[in-house]
């Protein structure tokens, strides 16, 4: 069964820094491309990063872009969102999903972790 | 950026009924558009890929539709368990964008 478990999350003070973790199991990690997607609270879905199956490509929308990092660690079947510079604006839930095997949806997602940027 | 606008923002309908939301892109993304379904509280789930393909597990009484531009999603016979949020999404360009989203209410 895929698992995807994200962790990390809390009360941050603008300009402070966090990185989230997103546990993967139940497939092969590292064949599989890594993204996450963030919700703040009563509002829609925003795309926030993809990283490739072998964390040599990256990609971002401009309202992340410069602050965000994410990457991936194969061996530990583990995904990472670093967040620096922290804005009010980026206080969300933040999810990892991953794509399904035969289609390009996002069909696995997990149960999120929650960022609260405030001083 | 292509930007995806979703119709209508609520939605309150009785069971049995049949519910249609549009997506309308900025520019033709080819298929590439998924639907999903958020329950309050819930992640997330994937109904609808390249437009029209059923996810795995899904209700057949989910279908989604079009082409180009102009997408759908239509719910046939709803029920209690389809009150939720609805969202589409393309992915076929960076930065992925998603619609803003329908609450469907049952009458």
């Known amino acids: 069964e895929v698992q995807l478990v994200e962790s990390g999350g809390g009360l941050v003070q603008p300009g402070s820094p966090l990185k989230l973790s997103c546990a993967a199991s139940g497939f092969t990690f590292s064949s599989n491309w890594l993204n996450w997607i963030r919700q703040a609270p009563g509002k829609g879905l925003e795309w926030v990063a993809s990283?490739?199956?072998?964390?040599?490509?990256?990609y971002y929308p401009d309202t992340v872009k410069g602050r965000f990092v994410v990457s991936k660690d194969n061996a530990k079947n583990t995904g990472y969102l670093q967040m620096n510079n922290l804005r009010s604006e980026d206080t969300a839930m933040y999810y990892c999903a991953r794509r399904g095997r035969y289609n390009p949806g996002f069909a696995y997602w997990g149960q999120g972790t929650l960022v609260t940027v405030s001083s | 950026d292509i930007q995806m606008t979703q119709s209508p923002a609520s939605l309150s309908a009785s069971l049995g009924e049949t519910v249609t939301i549009e997506c309308r892109a900025s520019?033709?993304?080819?298929?590439?558009l998924a639907w999903y379904q958020q329950k309050p509280g819930k992640s997330p789930q994937l109904l609808i890929y390249?437009?029209?393909s059923l996810h795995t597990g899904v209700p057949s009484r989910f279908s989604g539709s079009g082409s180009g531009t102009q997408y759908s999603l239509k719910i046939n016979s709803l029920q209690s368990e389809d009150v939720a949020s609805y969202f589409c999404?393309?992915?076929?360009?960076?930065?992925?964008?998603f619609g803003s989203g329908t609450k469907l209410e049952i009458k």
């Open positions: 999404q393309q992915y076929y360009n960076y930065p992925f964008t």
């Open positions: 990283i490739n199956p072998d964390g040599s490509s990256t």
């Open positions: 520019e033709d993304i080819y298929n590439g």
């Open positions: 390249n437009a029209n």
